[in-house]
T-cell receptor, first 109, second 107 residues
Framework: SQTIHQWPATLVQPVGSPLSLECTVEGTSNPNLYWYRQAAGRGLQLLFY??????ISSEVPQNLSASRPQDRQFILSSKKLLLSDSGFYLC????????FGSGTRLTVV | GQNIDQPTEMTATEGAIVQINCTYQ??????LFWYQQHAGEAPTFLSY????GLEEKGRFSSFLSRSKGYSYLLLKELQMKDSASYLC????????FGKGTRLHILP
């Protein structure tokens, strides 16, 4: 069966510090992978998606970046966090259907 | 571009039926998802409609009209645990979510 792992669950980081969130998928090959962000009380915003190794599409210009070094690994990074980067970050994979990881709650202080 | 419109909030009574409407405009369309999201948790899959018509799955049903850019999610025999946000998401090669409808269930 397919599973998706996302960590850490919660993270508190100071402004200006770097960020690395990792997501891995098991039990499937060549999935589409997605990073979403949900600010408090807001909808899900698509940040990046990838249809294969090294292939990244950015949906929103920002100080975040994504990489896909392996088929089932998707990484979200930042060199310098901003206060506005706080939110609930979700990784997802598909098709068929789109399954979400359990999310990382990031607070930038 | 993509535009998704669904009510911000709805309130219903335990045991009742509620219909959550969604209208969308997309450039390209493969199908439409509905997801449920409880506060502080990740969304979970409810339904996926590709063709026009009604798909029934237990207490939840979802309807799609591609020509009208319209879908609804029907929840029957409401339970308190159904209090959550419901996200309409038309898709092509990626899912773009609406802002969701927050459903409150009253005892």
């Amino acid at each position: 069966s397919q599973t998706i792992h996302q960590w850490p669950a919660t993270l508190v980081q100071p402004v200006g510090s770097p960020l690395s969130l990792e997501c891995t998928v098991e039990g499937t090959s060549n999935p589409n992978l997605y990073w979403y962000r949900q600010a408090a009380g807001r909808g899900l915003q698509l940040l990046f998606y990838s249809v294969g190794i090294g292939q990244i599409s950015s949906e929103v210009p920002q100080n975040l970046s994504a990489s896909r070094p392996q088929d089932r690994q998707f990484i979200l990074s930042s060199k310098k966090l901003l206060l506005s980067d706080s939110g609930f970050y979700l990784c997802a994979w598909g098709p068929p259907g789109y399954t979400f990881g359990s999310g990382t709650r990031l607070t930038v202080v | 571009g993509q535009n998704i419109d669904q009510p911000t909030e709805m309130t219903a009574t335990e045991g009742a039926i509620v219909q959550i409407n969604c209208t969308y405009q997309t450039s390209g369309f493969n199908g439409l998802f509905w997801y449920q999201q409880h506060a502080g948790e990740a969304p979970t899959f409810l339904s996926y409609n590709v063709l026009d018509g009604l798909e029934e799955k237990g207490r939840f049903s979802s309807f799609l009209s591609r020509s009208k850019g319209y879908s609804y999610l029907l929840l029957k025999e409401l339970q308190m645990k159904d209090s959550a946000s419901y996200l309409c998401a038309p898709t092509r090669d990626k899912i773009i979510f609406g802002k969701g409808t927050r459903l409150h269930i009253l005892p």
